[in-house]
């Protein structure tokens, strides 16, 4: 007998696109209790020993209902991400548990492990097509992640940490979300020189919402860094510094400090991993990535960081000397580094960021974007006019329809920040493409959200360079979702993809904004409605590696201290993660914050994000990138057989196939890290110039 999903309620609706605007708080707990109950009634169906382990007995029915779980909650999730409310959060925190429960108890079902088993050893699987074959093999490796094999009071252990460590990350997430809410700083004219006009404007009409006058700033980015790097006013740079460095940490509100959250989930994720067989959680969260341990990735970043470090310490001398001799800043204050850093661009290069934002108006952005990928992979976008069922205004969706006039997919952005609207940039999938047992096949869904400035004064919101790279960025997880060519929902799109791969095509996409070809149809003066001229992108080039010695040391210093917190910490307490944060810092860093800073406590990758033990992904995905990216140099940024190649060998194949495999399809060897030095100016050459 087939459960009756709940009558009229939006989340239970999967004949097409989320109704976005009709779910509301009271929706989600029936919604999901029914769900949940269905999909259980299933896992019994599968299980039942009269079912034989067949992939159509077992496998198809229980992607069938999960599916549909995951989609609804999925929904719930996006919510609370870009809509936050008092009810929603609670609605959603409610509801955690008990999807949290039943993910554990799925994945620990000794009657679902006995059928996967039993499968794979079965005559059936030789016919299994190899991506059906991986599926299966991946489903078994899961399955002993999950706890399957444990018995007795570890088992009910293990569910016991998988259901407060889902608590914990929520909680982390909203402590984050609050703390950068809770604070602004209302100034006057004096306190403003040097901020650029539509940041002034933004923060004019924010203070003038809240009834007050003058100008508010906030912890958002949008609001925040325009004061860093641009704010002639030292005190106020230095006021919105210290909170935005201690968010979410013992130094400003109690309510919202993660410090003892972080310490919980650390040790936590030490002892599932010592449950499950394993030294460290280091060694679980690399069992499904392309490295192999977490010595070898610990060397990779080392060796990374003795490489950067010369670049990285010549542009902190270089840094501090304009400071003292041409600023009058002697010592130069963590809250002076983007601003002393902007005015030592624009010395050096001619080259203000304010100057190219003026040419990065988001429409055009976004059309140029388009275009890039219309003529790399023979499709079209076309925007979705009418009532889209949203979550808020700013939110629109596209088509993109092969040469054909078919649609393979749909995706939305919402591109704005705003309150109730978590900080950062993210591709999420709505949901994945899948050729159902009954042929209808389902094309993928996802989401792009962003945090971009507004348009203020009736003008396009303007971007700087570093968000046009972010957006597209952003759009290579939407093209690597949906793209593929795929049947199989397991491995469609970027679910089955190795962690540390994910990345390869987002920072491929990167690459495109420093080609000119590409560029110049990017831009359009906000004011006089010209092209930017080849004079300012070749400035921009120039100082395309300003200060790349430091960020790449910084991002170094990030994914060393992440696997270093799941690998070498034994005592789980605020104060030695504060240590290992200062010890790490040492060994790596040129330029020290204030020993005040706590960023790790605002750190959502780790703690709340997937990146736990992999925030090292984003500099092995950069080499792949790099490596990928230069046949598109060597052959041409627009060239369309080189898309048509790097669509089939990768995006096209998802999870289907070992990430490694894809990329040697592509480059016909393996991986070098000679380009990715190459792109961050860190070459023998370069060194020598300097």
């Keep these: 007998m087939t459960l009756a999903l709940p009558a009229n309620n939006p989340l239970c609706d999967f004949r097409d696109l989320p109704d976005y605007a009709a779910v509301k708080p009271e929706h989600i707990e029936p919604a999901l209790d029914a769900l949940i109950q269905a999909a259980e009634q299933t896992l019994d169906q599968v299980t039942a020993t009269t079912t034989a382990p067949t992939w159509a007995a077992v496998v198809e029915p229980l992607e069938r209902a999960t599916e549909h779980l995951g989609r609804a909650w999925g929904v719930v999730g996006h919510l609370n991400a870009v809509a936050d409310t008092p009810a929603l959060r609670a609605a959603y925190n409610a509801m955690l548990p008990k999807v949290t429960e039943f993910w554990t108890r799925l994945g620990q079902n000794e009657g679902l492990l006995r059928q996967y088993q039993a499968l794979r050893d079965s005559a059936e699987f030789s016919r299994l097509s190899p991506t059906r074959q991986r599926i299966i093999e991946h489903a078994l490796r899961d399955f002993r992640l999950s706890g399957a094999l444990l018995e007795g009071p570890a088992r009910s252990r293990y569910a016991e940490i998988q259901e407060r460590l889902a608590a914990l990350s929520q909680t982390f997430s909203e402590h984050v979300l609050d703390a950068t809410a809770a604070y602004a700083e209302y100034v006057g004219e004096e306190q403003t020189a040097g901020i650029p006009a539509d940041a002034l404007q933004a923060a004019r009409e924010a ?119 041409e600023l009058g800043l002697a010592p130069l204050e963590a809250w002076d580094i983007a601003w002393a850093s902007e005015k030592l661009r624009q010395s050096h290069y001619a080259l203000s960021e304010q100057e190219v934002r003026q040419y990065f108006t988001l429409p055009t952005v976004i059309a140029g974007l388009f275009r890039v990928v219309e003529t790399l992979f023979g499709v079209k976008l076309r925007r979705v006019e009418g009532d889209i069922h949203a979550w808020h205004p700013d939110a629109e969706l596209y088509r993109i329809e092969n040469t054909e006039g078919r649609s393979v997919g749909l995706f939305y952005l919402d591109l704005y920040a705003r309150d109730g609207k978590r900080s950062g940039a993210w591709m999420d999938h709505v949901r994945s493409r899948w050729l159902r047992a009954d042929g209808t096949l389902q094309t993928p869904v996802a989401t792009l959200t962003c945090n971009f400035p507004s348009p203020v004064g009736g003008k396009p919101a303007l971007l700087s360079h570093d968000d046009v790279q972010t957006l597209f960025h952003e759009f290579g997880h939407g093209l690597h979702h949906m793209l593929t060519q795929v049947d199989d929902i397991a491995v469609s799109g970027i679910s089955g993809v190795e962690w540390d791969a994910v990345e390869l095509p987002s920072q491929l996409m990167e690459n495109f904004c420093w080609e000119w070809e590409v560029l110049r149809f990017l831009t359009h003066h906000v004011e006089t409605g010209q092209a930017m001229p080849r004079a300012l992108f070749d400035k921009m080039l120039a100082a395309k590696n300003f200060q790349s010695g430091m960020q790449t040391l910084r991002q170094v210093e990030f994914s060393l201290l992440d696997m270093r917190l799941h690998h070498d910490l034994r005592t789980f307490t605020p104060e030695a993660i504060e240590a290992l944060v200062a010890e790490n810092r040492n060994e790596i860093a040129v330029l020290k914050p204030p020993a005040f800073n706590r960023f790790v406590n605002s750190f959502s990758h780790i703690f709340a994000g997937g990146y736990a033990a992999g925030y090292y992904s984003y500099k092995w995905a950069e080499v792949l990138s790099a490596d990928a990216f230069e046949r598109f140099e060597q052959e041409g940024p627009l060239n369309p057989q080189v898309g048509k190649s790097y669509q089939q060998a990768i995006l096209a194949v998802g999870g289907s196939r070992d990430a490694i495999d894809s990329f040697k399809a592509f480059r016909g060897r393996e991986p070098r890290i000679d380009a990715l030095l190459r792109h961050s100016g860190m070459t023998a050459e370069a060194a020598e110039v300097a």
């Design 207 to 325: 203070a003038e919402r809240d009834g007050k006058p003058g100008y508010k700033f906030t912890l958002h980015y949008p609001s925040y860094m325009p004061v860093l790097q641009h704010g002639e006013h030292r005190p106020l740079r230095e006021r919105l510094y210290r909170a935005y460095v201690t968010r979410a940490s013992e130094l400003g509100d109690a309510k919202f400090d993660n410090s003892t959250v972080m310490a919980e989930i650390l040790a936590l994720r030490d002892e599932e991993a010592r449950l499950l067989g394993y030294a460290n959680y280091a060694e679980v969260s690399l069992v499904p990535k392309m490295a192999d341990t977490p010595e070898q990735v610990l060397h990779f970043l080392r060796d990374l960081a003795a490489r950067a470090r010369p670049f990285a310490q010549r542009d902190l001398d270089t840094l501090r000397a304009f400071a003292q001799t």
